[in-house]
């Protein structure tokens, strides 16, 4: 690496291209994880959804049950 090449990545005018992909990759890397969570959020509500709609259902039918 010459001189110049060495100043411009010190004074950050320059950017070694390995850096790039680094962040890059990291960024995915956390997108991915970010979706796989909004993913299980997404599962979980719907199954606790399911749940309330089914215990509401039980709860009618005792309702008339009883009455």
């Known amino acids: 690496m010459n001189e110049k090449e060495f100043d411009d990545y010190v004074s950050g005018k320059a950017v070694p291209l390995g850096s790039w992909e680094m962040h890059f990759s990291e960024s995915l890397h956390a997108i991915q994880e970010m979706t ?4 299980e959020i997404e599962n979980r ?3 606790f959804l399911k749940n309330a709609e089914n215990l509401k259902q039980k709860l009618k039918q ?3 049950i009883t009455f």
Do not use: D
């Not at 796989?36 to 993913?39: E, P």
């Open 45 to 47: 509500s719907q199954e």
């Open 62 to 64: 005792r309702q008339v």
């Open 36 to 39: 796989n969570a909004v993913t």
